[in-house]
C-alpha cells in the first residue's frame, strides 16, 4: 500500500512562510511582461495548492477582505496550524481544505468554488510525475 504523503517529508512541518510570487499582484505584472491582459477584481476566489503552514493564504485574505482564499494540502498538521491562524486573526475569508490533490475524487473538486486563480509554490520540484501531471492539467500557476 502506497502510504498517503507518496515519499514526502512529513515528519516535521515545512517552514512559515509568506510568498509574495504568488499574490495576484505579481501574477498582473508576469502577466502584462508577457502581453496578457489579466487584473485582479474584487470578489476573486483564490486556491493555494499545496499551502504548507498557510502564511501566504492568511495574508492575502486578511489584506483582501472581499476574496475568497482557500488553501489546500495533505499535511494534516499544516492545515490545522493553518486553520488555527485564520481562526484567531478571525479571517472569515480564508478556508483550508486537507486533501491529497492526486487523488481527489470528482465530488471532492466540487466541493471547492468556481476559481479564479489557482496558483502552486514549491510543490512541483517536489512531488511525483503523476502529481506534476495533475498539476499540468489543472493550469495551476507555479510560483516556484
Ligand atoms: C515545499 S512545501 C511548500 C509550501 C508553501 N507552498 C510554500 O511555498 O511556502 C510543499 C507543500 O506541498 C504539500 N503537498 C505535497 N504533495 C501534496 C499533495 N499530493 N496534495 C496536497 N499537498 C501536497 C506538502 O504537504 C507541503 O506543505
Do not use: K
Not at 11 to 22: I, L, N, R
Not at 39 to 56: S, Y
Not at 122 to 138: D, E, I, K, N, Y
Amino acid at each position: 500500500m502506497t502510504a498517503w504523503n507518496h515519499g514526502y517529508v512529513t515528519d516535521s512541518p515545512y517552514t512559515f512562510s509568506y510568498q509574495p510570487a504568488q499574490t495576484p499582484g505579481s501574477i498582473a505584472m508576469v502577466c502584462a511582461m508577457a502581453g496578457v491582459a489579466w487584473q485582479p477584481r474584487p470578489g476573486m476566489a483564490l486556491l493555494d495548492i499545496g499551502c504548507g503552514r498557510g502564511l501566504t493564504v492568511n495574508v492575502l485574505a486578511a489584506a483582501n477582505p472581499d476574496w475568497n482564499v482557500i488553501g489546500l494540502d495533505y499535511n494534516p498538521a499544516h492545515i490545522a496550524e493553518a486553520q488555527e491562524l485564520a481562526d484567531a486573526a478571525e479571517l472569515g475569508n480564508a478556508g483550508f481544505v486537507e486533501a491529497d490533490l492526486a487523488a481527489m475524487t470528482d465530488a471532492e473538486l466540487d466541493q471547492l468554488p468556481e476559481l479564479d486563480v489557482v496558483t502552486i509554490h514549491g510543490v512541483w520540484t517536489w512531488v511525483s510525475c503523476r502529481m506534476r501531471c495533475v498539476l499540468a492539467l489543472c493550469g495551476c500557476w507555479h510560483g516556484g
